[in-house]
Every structure is written in structure tokens, then in C-alpha cells.
């Protein structure tokens, strides 16, 4: 079973993840997982450039965390089971940074008073993957690297054409394959996910507002109960073809032991999805 984490602790994801990093390579640089924390802490927090600090509500530093510490968890599994192509020490840290910067197309610039960062739901995935590439190169990193990175973050969107994106080699695909599994999984498996979809919703109307005809997929739900009511169908149809098919099938490397013990993120999804079929089925 995974240590209990509070996801809601950055510090403590991090340390998670710097035990994570090291069990993985005994060359592991100690000072990268505080530092790539310390760069998205202040990404999010209104201390880098001209950002001001996060005001999505759904879309914030925790949701990163949980994706954070679920891709971690499912690298290391990887790891363990010995598939490859095999992540060395270097593609585990282009990993986590795509991971930890997959949400900055959310954050407004300081003179930008309208709305919310959910305005940017629609594009937020180009926007994270052009912010990413711009932090990596003012931090020194060479333009592979930078590429690699917005790679992995474009394998985000919902409606992503993975065919279309240029990955360089195969390995970064399967790490943006891992990244976008566990976006998906970490926040679905989170014990507050059902009380969140509220939040969720406010997102999206302000998304539908704001995002032009691309964003009319946001304006069908009604009302934050009918999102709701959605969400197990939107597991069947779209998140469970998606991890399966797209995706590679890589959550099972959550299994625990692998391949066939519990999965332990599937079952906390389920439970969530009982309790919403429990709390939206008529009397």
C-alpha cells in the first residue's frame, strides 16, 4: 500500500517524491525534487515574473500534487517491473517537471483583472506547454529538453491528437502517456474529488464563457448535479477507453505488487463513483 500523503502539503508530496527519486537511482541529484517544488511553489504562488498567484479553483497547486505524486508512484512501478524502454535518472526529472508545469496556462499575468484562470480552460494546455518551455530556458535547460517537456504536457488535453505531437523519441511518449494517466487518475482517486465537482463546475461555465465555440462542450452541463450525475458515464466512455487504449494501459504499473495486486488509485476512483451513483440515484 502507498504511504498516506496529504495532498494538500506540498512539502509533504515532495518529500514522497524525493524518497521516490532516490530508491529509483542512487546517482539522483538531492537538490533537484526541492528545487523543481521551489520553482512551481513559486509558479503558483505569485512569485515568478509578471504571474499573479493562482485563482482557479479546481485547477490549482493541489491538483498538481495529486497528478505529482500518482505519476511518481506509477514511474517507480515502471521502474520495478523492469519495462522499457527504461527511465534514466534524466527523463525521470523532465517528467516530473512536465508534470509539476502541466497547469501553469491557468495562472493570469499581473494586469489581467478579468475572471478567474478557468477563462483559459480551453487553451490552458498550449499555454502550460509555452510557459514550461519559457521557465526551462530562462533556468538554462537546452531546447530538447524544453521540447520534451511541452511533448509531455500536450499529451494533457482531452481532446489531444497524441498522433500529431512531435515527440523525439519513443520514451517521451510513454512518459507523456504516464503524465496524462496520472492527471487523470490523481485527481479521480482524491478522497475529496466528489466535493470538488462543484468547484469543477464553476470552472467550466466560466470556460463556456470566455472560450468561444470550442468551448460549447463545457456549457452542456446544467447545473453542478447534473455534472455530477455525468461523471460515472464520463469514466466509462472517455477516462477508461483513454488509460486503456491511448495511454498504454501504464496505470497498471499502480498495481500493488505489479502486475496483479490491487490497484489502489483504480479502487478509490470506484469509491468515489459509488458515492455519487449513491448520492444522485432517485429515492
Known amino acids: 500500500m502507498f504511504a498516506q500523503v496529504d495532498t494538500r502539503v506540498p512539502h509533504e508530496v515532495e518529500q514522497e517524491v524525493q524518497k521516490t527519486f532516490r530508491r529509483m537511482f542512487a546517482d539522483a541529484d538531492r537538490e533537484f525534487v526541492p528545487r523543481a517544488f521551489e520553482w512551481v511553489g513559486a509558479c503558483f504562488g505569485g512569485g515568478y515574473d509578471v504571474y499573479q498567484p493562482i485563482d482557479a479553483r479546481y485547477h490549482d497547486l493541489e491538483h498538481t500534487m495529486q497528478g505529482t505524486l500518482c505519476l511518481s508512484r506509477l514511474l517507480h512501478g515502471r521502474h520495478l517491473a523492469g519495462a522499457q524502454p527504461g527511465v534514466d535518472r534524466h527523463w525521470f526529472e523532465l517528467a516530473l517537471l512536465a508534470i509539476l508545469f502541466h ?127 455525468r461523471t460515472p458515464l464520463f469514466w466509462k466512455e472517455y477516462v477508461l477507453p483513454k488509460i486503456n487504449g491511448d495511454f498504454l494501459g501504464l496505470y497498471r504499473f499502480l498495481n500493488d505488487p505489479y502486475p496483479d495486486g490491487p490497484n489502489q488509485y483504480l479502487r478509490r476512483v470506484e469509491e468515489n463513483l459509488e458515492r455519487i451513483r449513491r448520492k444522485t440515484s432517485p429515492a
Open 103 to 229: 497547469d501553469t496556462g491557468y495562472l493570469k499575468r499581473r494586469e489581467d483583472q478579468e475572471g478567474t484562470g478557468a477563462k483559459f480552460t480551453v487553451i490552458h494546455v498550449a499555454r502550460s506547454a509555452d510557459f514550461a518551455r519559457e521557465f526551462l530556458a530562462r533556468k538554462g535547460y537546452p531546447e530538447a529538453d524544453q521540447k520534451s517537456v511541452a511533448n509531455m504536457i500536450s499529451c494533457t488535453g482531452v481532446n489531444a491528437d497524441l498522433r500529431a505531437i512531435p515527440f523525439q523519441v519513443e520514451l517521451e511518449r510513454t512518459l507523456g502517456f504516464a503524465l496524462a494517466t496520472a492527471d487523470i487518475l490523481g485527481q479521480m482517486a482524491a478522497r475529496d474529488y466528489v466535493d470538488k465537482l462543484p468547484i469543477l463546475y464553476l470552472e467550466f461555465i466560466e470556460a463556456a464563457r470566455w472560450g468561444g465555440e470550442k468551448a460549447a462542450r463545457f456549457a452542456r452541463f446544467q447545473s453542478a448535479e447534473d455534472l455530477e450525475r
